[in-house]
Structures are given as structure tokens and as C-alpha cells.
């Protein structure tokens, strides 16, 4: 589904400029299973007037909640005297992740971090090939291979090369 920003998901009209009637969804992701329906509501920005009036309101209301209470405390939906789905006030929304957050988060980190150095190793991998093959290409020796990598542009490099696209910023650094 492509996600029209600017409309509201459930009657699909503009989304207006009356902030007291929009709804906006925190990027934050269910912790839990939820209905597929619920998890694209709560990636979109919709009308408060229509989700009130939404049949599925109360389910959908509790399971965000739920979901919300994992990274807010005092950041709750709920339905107003006169039927308005609304939030509660601002001044009380708390950041606070739960350990479950917390873990997820790290979690992501370690596998970024992991990921990274994958890269980095992959970088040096392909570094040390092109050592290699510029001293078996007799273009250096092993003890001026740096210095005549750094000195070859990256472009007469990698015309060189072929597939090593090397920039001349990392043999500077390195
Ligand atoms: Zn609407």
C-alpha cells in the first residue's frame, strides 16, 4: 500500500490543519502482535473524528496503548465525555522505555555495530587485495605500496583496478 502522507487513512480526505482533530502516531513499534489493520493506523496520521468513529476504536485504543506504554509513561489515547478519541495532555508524556525497549534497542545496536565492522573488514579485505595486486602487477613494491596507492588518484586507480573503487580520502586516512 502506498501511504498518502498528506490523507487521513480512514476516509481518505485531506488531513486539514485543526490539530485538535488529528491523531498522530508515534514511531514506535508493537512489541506484541497486532492486527496488520492497527500496525498501518499506527504509521499514519488520521482524523480524530474518524477514528472515533471507527468500529474497531476500543480494540485499537487498548493494543496502542499497550504498545505506547512500552516507550511513554502518561502518553495514553482515550475516549473523551462527548465520544473524541484524544490524548491525554501533553505535559504529562513521559520518555521511558521499557526494559523490553531497552533491550530491542541495544540489540539493534550490537547488530549495527556488528554490521559495521563486517564492512570495515570487507574494506580491508579489499584494501590488502589491491596491495597484492599492485605489487604483482610490479606497480610497487611492498615497501612503497601505501605511499603509491595514496599517490595514484582514485580515478587512475579504479581505471586500474577495475573493481576496486577506492577513494583517495580513505588512503589518506589510512
Ligand atoms: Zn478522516
Known amino acids: 500500500m502506498i501511504f498518502n502522507a498528506s490523507h487521513c ?6 488531513l486539514g490543519k485543526d490539530p485538535n482533530n488529528l491523531i498522530i502516531f508515534d514511531f514506535i513499534e508493537f512489541l506484541d502482535p497486532a492486527p496488520p489493520e492497527f500496525e ?44 473524541n478519541v484524544r490524548y491525554t495532555p501533553a505535559s504529562k508524556w513521559l ?10 534497542q541495544e540489540n539493534a545496536m550490537r547488530l549495527h555495530k556488528a554490521d559495521l565492522e563486517a564492512q570495515r573488514k570487507a ?30 588518484s582514485a580515478e587512475a586507480f579504479s581505471k586500474e583496478f577495475g573493481r576496486f573503487q577506492i577513494s583517495r580520502a580513505y588512503f589518506k586516512k589510512s
Open 95 to 104: 520518555i521511558s522505555p521499557s526494559k523490553r525497549v531497552q533491550e530491542r
Open 40 to 83: 498501518r493506523v499506527g504509521d499514519t496520521v488520521v482524523h480524530a473524528s474518524c477514528l472515533s468513529l471507527w468500529d474497531r476504536r476500543d480494540e485499537f485504543i487498548e493494543v496502542w496503548n499497550r504498545a505506547l506504554k512500552e516507550y511513554f509513561a502518561g502518553k495514553q489515547l482515550y475516549v473523551d465525555a462527548a465520544g
Open 123 to 152: 574494506l580491508e579485505e579489499r584494501m590488502n587485495q589491491a596491495r597484492q595486486h599492485a605489487v604483482s602487477i610490479g606497480l610497487a613494491d611492498t615497501a612503497n605500496v601505501d605511499k603509491i596507492l595514496r599517490d595514484l
Open 9 to 14: 487513512w480512514f476516509c481518505g480526505k485531506p
